[in-house]
Every structure is written in C-alpha cells, then in structure tokens.
C-alpha cells in the first residue's frame, strides 16, 4: 500500500468521544491527504497537507481537525465523533515531485455507535 | 455543476473479453486524470494517468483514452481476468499544480464471469 500504514485499522467508539487516526509514511513525502469514502459519495477530501505544520481544508473538514508535526505523520481528529463520521478514512500521499498521483493507504474503518 | 462521473456503476463482462469503463467530467481546464482500481477492504490502487495534452495511453493490458472535444475518459481493460473485478473509479486534478486535489467519480463496479 504505497509505503503508507493507517493505524488503527478498525475502530468503534461511542458518539460524543474523540478519536484520532494516524496515517505513517516512510519516505518523506511532502503531500498527504485525508479523504472519507462513503456509498454514494466516493471518495471526498477532508483535510490536507503541504508540509510540516501546513494544512489546508478540503470539502467535508467540517467535525474534523488534522495535525502534522513530523513530515512522516499525519493525524486526523475527531473532536467528538457524531454517527455521521461512521466511514472508511484514507489516507494518500504524493510521491516525489513533478507528479500529481496519489498513493493510498490501505484505510480505517470507522464506526461511532 | 462540475463533476466527474462515471456513464454505468455496474458492469459485467466475460473472462477474456475487453472492458470498457466511461466517465465524463465537466471541467475543461482540469489537465490531470488518473484510473483507480479499489478491491473490496483495499485502498484505491493507481493504474493508469494521462495529461490533457495527449489523446491516448497504454500500460499493461491498459489504455486510457481522453477526448477533450466531449469531455470524457474512458478505461479499456484487454482480455479481462477474473481479478481485474474490482470498482474502478476515475479522478480528475482541477487545479493544474503539483500537489492539487483530485475530485472523484462515484466508481463502477466490474464483474467479471468466469
């Protein structure tokens, strides 16, 4: 799965607590993405990031807040997980430079009883 | 709106014959596009890109063919295997810089019958 681990895999928890998913990359990649992959949806960006401390909002961030103090670890949060986040979370990053190909881990499945 | 969509979310073909998976976009300044094949518990598997600058590109048993004219992408898959089933699904970088965000189709879902 593209150098990328996602920890953990499978998840349950309650509504109302916070959940945080890690996405680890080996190989120093700049470019990494969170994305929720739901029926009917597809695949939608929540949050992304350029680089160390540098984030960016996609088009589901609302409920949602990343971090990425190491260039290898990108997290996403769930301050208080609502049902509606019950979903398959993605983690992708950008290999190198002069391409735009993302490479995708090998998910979370998330589910908030 | 914009979109990237595919024509058909399922399709079921024959072991051995060719496939062919259709989807159309509606941005004419998007210069990236990229097939995805996700198996079911997987992650999307990249398999396939081309630029707007070219017309057509092959890969291994593969080719991806772009018409700009109509605005649509389509995937041929030759002498399709039993794993090839899987969802495919097309994405398209709107933003035309390294590290732009992709937006993606619904998927189709191939079968194949053995």
């Known amino acids: 799965d593209a150098g990328i681990t996602q920890s953990p895999r499978h998840k349950v928890t309650e509504t109302g607590t916070p959940v945080t998913l890690r996405c680890h990359q080996t190989?120093?990649?700049?470019?990494m993405y969170w994305y929720r992959q739901d029926p009917g949806h597809g695949l939608r960006l929540i949050h992304y990031?350029?680089?160390?401390?540098?984030?960016d909002k996609g088009e589901v961030s609302d409920g949602y807040s990343v971090s990425r103090s190491k260039t290898e670890d990108f997290l996403l949060t769930l301050e208080s997980a609502t049902s509606s986040q019950t979903s398959v979370y993605f983690c992708?990053?950008?290999?190198?430079?002069?391409?735009?190909?993302?490479?995708f881990g090998p998910g979370t499945r998330l589910t908030v009883l | 709106g914009e979109s990237v969509g595919l024509h058909l979310p399922t399709l079921s073909v024959q072991e051995g014959d060719n496939s062919i998976i259709n989807c159309a976009y509606s941005?004419?300044?998007?210069?990236?596009f990229i097939w995805y094949k996700q198996e079911s518990g997987k992650g999307p598997q990249f398999i396939i890109d081309?630029?707007?600058?070219?017309d057509k590109r092959q890969g291994q048993r593969v080719t991806v063919l772009l018409n700009k004219t109509v605005k649509h992408l389509s995937l041929q898959i030759a002498a399709t295997q039993p794993g090839d089933s899987a969802v495919y699904f097309c994405a398209e970088n709107r933003s035309g810089n390294q590290g732009g965000k992709l937006i993606f189709g619904q998927g189709t879902e191939l079968s194949v019958k053995p």
């Open positions: 992708a990053i950008i290999r190198g430079t002069g391409t735009d190909t993302q490479y």
């Open positions: 941005n004419s300044a998007s210069d990236y």
């Open positions: 990031s350029y680089g160390v401390k540098d984030t």
């Open positions: 081309i630029r707007s600058n070219m």
């Open positions: 190989e120093n990649h700049r470019y």
